[in-house]
């Protein structure tokens, strides 16, 4: 059979990655781009195209059958990105339209979150699940909800922004303009919130006071915990916590085999795992105590969000 | 063709209702018992099945191909009613099993707001809907929820607990043993609650102040209300808000077409509608506040309810 190609186009709030990819799910080719130092979305969408036609050979650019993305607010239906908060595209973006004019194959949006979940159902650990969540821990926090073995879309494909129910109300100011998401407490930006309210309430010393906020990573946090670092350890503990709590509520809702916990802060493992296990299970029904089941999921990062999205392209 | 006959049995906290249902959705027999009553489980199996025994012909008998039920907490995957806070009955039920004895035909079990949502699909306004939210408003609150034109059971049967999100951290104490659920808010008895919440916080006169909480309804707080009680209409308000905020995530999460309101709670209509309707838009995302859609369900109450029920085993 002959070799049918994909691209699959990862979207965060901070880079962009993507890959064409061949119907094997190797990834053939490789490119990273900042998504924030893109204004101009026009120019965004001609510098990733560009690469990928220079890759491209004449002979192979007739296999290539589809182009997959996935990006924050993704609307599968529309082909549109609307309204996302962490992105520097306002309103309502075309983003579908306008890389199928520069590559002139079909082109397949969805939430990244959903581009993340189809990943782990297709190359990773959820392959004989009907019924998960995956939770994406970046920027923000979205969610990739599978529901009788489909992708719940909803009825105008903006299902699944499990990011931004009111976690804590009249809490933080989130990006989308309101109070208490639960992103603003659990993710990569969330838990450096968690910092500065930690750090705010004792004068105990830490290394978290010697960095700034800025720069700041989730990774730093963890290697200070690490090294044993009380109020690191502290934050990963409260930012456990919270998630926890939210996947106490995911259960409820929705009685998942397992939810998978994707992206940078997931790789802090047990630091932030155990006690969000914890927190889980004190938090649970009656009925759900004894399945919480979080895992972390199977894929490499940034491989993943490609095949998740290019998957798209795929079905 | 011949005439099919199904059994619907609607359990509720308070009320069970049942009925004999013919495969044109003709109710031929209606029967109710009160299901805090019965603390013997054995008794209440025994007792409702005698009744529907005793109504149908020998040549009836034969007729009956199924019995469906909506109960709180009733598993589709086990047949058990399982852990319910708002029955008599503790632990695991093997509810399906017992009436399958009495009865000798198939029995199907569901969470009651399942088969609320079975109901609104097949007889009432959610014909067209492949995406949509019942919210039953009774004891709790239950929800109902299609993903895709089909109910959501979860891995195990147990989804669709959105009555037991934790709306409010560290709030009422629920009938679960935990705090701050959705349900301590918005149902039959949160209002109850609101109403002794509004009451303790001024000395304003009021005619809710003129009858034990244990008597009054949320009937009487309406009829209160259109007499110009301002603490009653107070009331309303606030569940309603309460109500709304929670439709707000629930379009976050889920987008679904509509959220339909069922139960005694929603027969307030316009005193409670319209405060949630304001509250969902406020509190939604701004992808979803211009497609807010809050309906009362379509269907008349118990008779609602056993054609859920009886759609279960038509199934």
């Not at 059979?1 to 990834?27: A, H, R």
């Not at 309204?83 to 339209?97: G, H, Q, S, T």
């Not at 004068?203 to 990573?217: A, H, P, Y």
């Not at 919270?242 to 509520?249: R, V």
Request: proline share 3%; net charge negative; with cysteine.
């Amino acid at each position: 059979m002959e070799n049918k190609l994909t691209v699959g186009i990862d979207i965060g709030g901070t880079n962009t990655v993507f890959g064409i990819v061949d119907n094997n799910g190797n990834i053939t080719f490789r490119g990273e781009v900042r998504t924030a130092e893109y204004l101009d979305v026009e120019e965004f969408v001609k510098t990733i195209s560009t690469k990928i036609k220079h890759f491209l050979s004449n002979d192979q650019r007739k296999n290539l059958v589809g182009v997959g993305i996935g990006a924050p607010n993704g609307n599968f239906f529309t082909g549109n990105i609307e309204f996302a908060p962490n992105l520097p595209w306002k309103d309502i973006v075309p983003l579908a339209e306008m890389f199928r004019k520069e590559l002139d194959v079909p082109v397949t949006i969805t939430n990244d979150a959903n581009a993340a979940a189809i990943g782990e159902k297709i190359f990773g650990g959820a392959k004989e699940m009907n019924d998960f969540v995956v939770l994406t821990l970046g920027t923000g926090l979205g969610s990739g909800i599978y529901v009788n073995g489909k992708i719940m879309y909803g009825a105008d494909g903006n299902a699944g922004e499990y990011g931004h129910i009111t976690f804590v109300p009249g809490g933080r100011l989130c990006g989308c303009g309101r109070r208490g998401c639960l992103e603003t407490y659990v993710s990569a930006t969330g838990i450096k919130r968690n910092v500065l309210q930690i750090l705010a309430d004792t004068n105990e010393k830490s290394m978290l006071r010697n960095k700034s906020i800025e720069d700041l990573s989730a990774k730093d946090i963890a290697s200070f915990a690490d090294k044993g670092d009380v109020l690191s350890i502290k934050v990963f503990q409260y930012t456990g916590e919270m998630l926890g709590k939210a996947i106490a509520d995911i259960f409820s809702i929705f009685s998942p085999e397992a939810v998978f916990l994707f992206g940078g802060l997931a790789n802090a493992g047990d630091l932030i795992i155990e006690p969000a296990r914890m927190a889980a299970i004190q938090n649970a029904l009656e009925i759900h105590k004894n399945h919480i089941k979080i895992l972390v999921s199977e894929l490499n990062g940034s491989d993943a969000a490609i095949l998740g999205a290019s998957a798209l392209a795929f079905q």
